[in-house]
């Protein structure tokens, strides 16, 4: 039932650097949304962009997204050791829009 | 309140054992599903209940029963588990929307469940 992959699957960078994080998907979809998970916690909805929006910013956030090749991206600016979590992009499907896939997730590490 | 409320937090069971895992919200969603997520593995969909009744079941094998008593409360019935079904059980809701109208999900803390 997995819907997509990211990448790269675990991401390590020092305090301030920025983190960028990568999901692939394989079907039509009406948005896409990231999440993040501190560990054995559970998710928290951090930004969802819409198939019919190429960008979204919200705060340190930056979310890009091409239908085309079916890709996302998640950018993370002036990271801060409380970045540190895992990653998910998940999608829905365009035929219901009632159920959501999760990506591989990465785990990124921010070292202050 | 964005609040989805799962409990019990932890649960340890027996292979013979009947158990419940119990999900809220009064966010007025009429969407909620049940996620299974294995350590370092993404969540993956179990079950989909739409205006209280299931829209989709992801292949899940019959030792996991849900249930919607209402549109805040989302039950999983859990009875003859093996100890592979350890793992963090997520419940979330969303607004109930049409095609081409994927919604926000808000997700509960999970259940970490271990089958012993």
């Known amino acids: 039932s997995q819907q997509g992959e990211e990448d790269p699957q675990a991401l390590s960078i020092q305090e301030g650097e920025n983190a960028t994080m990568n999901c692939s998907y394989k079907?039509?979809?009406?948005?896409l949304q990231w999440y993040r998970q501190n560990s054995g916690r559970g998710l928290v909805h951090l930004i969802l962009i819409r198939s019919n929006e190429r960008e979204k910013h919200s705060g340190r956030l930056r979310v890009t997204l091409d239908t085309s090749k079916k890709s996302s991206s998640l950018l993370i600016t002036a990271s801060r050791a409380a970045d540190t979590a895992s990653y998910f992009c998940?999608?829905?499907?365009?035929?219901?829009?009632?159920?959501?896939?999760f990506g591989t997730g990465t785990s990124l590490t921010v070292i202050p | 309140d964005t609040e989805v409320t799962q409990t019990p937090k932890h649960l340890v069971m027996g292979m013979t054992n009947k158990k419940s895992l119990k999900c809220e919200q009064h966010?007025?969603?009429?969407?909620m599903y049940w996620y299974k997520q294995k350590a370092k593995k993404p969540p993956e969909l179990m079950f989909v209940?739409?205006?209280?009744?299931?829209?989709i079941n992801e292949s899940v094998p019959s030792r996991f029963s849900p249930e919607c008593p209402n549109s805040s409360l989302l039950n999983l019935h859990l009875h003859a588990l093996q100890p592979e079904d350890s793992a963090l059980y997520l419940c979330?809701?969303?607004?109930?929307?049409?095609?081409?109208?994927?919604?926000?999900?808000?997700f509960g803390q999970g259940t970490r469940l271990t089958v012993v």
């Open positions: 079907t039509s979809i009406n948005n």
């Open positions: 209940y739409s205006y209280e009744k299931l829209s």
């Open positions: 979330a809701s969303s607004q109930s929307r049409g095609p081409g109208e994927g919604p926000e999900a808000f």
């Open positions: 966010m007025g969603h009429r969407a």
């Open positions: 998940a999608t829905d499907d365009s035929n219901t829009g009632n159920q959501f896939y």
